[in-house]
């Protein structure tokens, strides 16, 4: 891990989160980046990499039960090729697997060798989004 980036977890219930991660929820170049926006859903757990007081980049999980959705993930344009991306998958793949056996994503063309990498399985692909799914086997 890249000894600057430090990974916090939030989610929009506290006070910090806002000011933190406010300024790219449905941004509009943002939007028209990844192709859809982001929104702080109520149900998000979301893992921030931090670079000192700065946003690196961020991705966030749904869990409900024994299911996950990875969703929400963006890297800052200065941060890019440095790891983050990893980082932040890795560390979220890494806490979401404590709690479900089952975990899906769709993503865009950029994040599929990442789903590959971490064994995911290709569910289909629909224009420029991927469906990736992952069991967890626990025991």
């Known amino acids: 891990m890249n000894k600057a980036i430090k990974i916090i977890i939030i989610t929009n219930q506290e006070e910090k989160f806002y000011p933190l ?3 790219f929820l449905s941004r509009r170049a943002i939007v028209k980046e990844l192709g859809y ?3 702080d859903d ?3 757990t979301w893992f921030v ?3 000192g007081t700065n946003v690196a980049g961020f ?3 749904r869990i ?3 299911h996950a959705d990875l969703v929400s993930a963006y890297v800052v344009p200065n941060y890019r090729n440095k790891s983050i ?3 932040l998958f890795s560390y979220r793949l890494e806490k979401v697997c404590d709690h479900c056996s089952v975990i899906e994503s769709t993503v865009t063309k950029q994040e599929c060798d990442t789903f590959l990498k971490h064994k995911f399985i290709s569910v289909n692909t629909r224009g ?3 469906k990736f799914r992952k069991e967890i086997k626990h025991g």
């Open 42 to 44: 109520d149900n998000k």
């Open 21 to 23: 991660l406010g300024p």
């Open 49 to 51: 990499a931090m670079d």
């Open 85 to 87: 991306y990893e980082q």
């Open 37 to 39: 926006p982001i929104y």
């Open 128 to 130: 420029k989004y991927t």
């Open 59 to 61: 991705c966030a999980a």
């Open 64 to 66: 409900n039960e024994s």
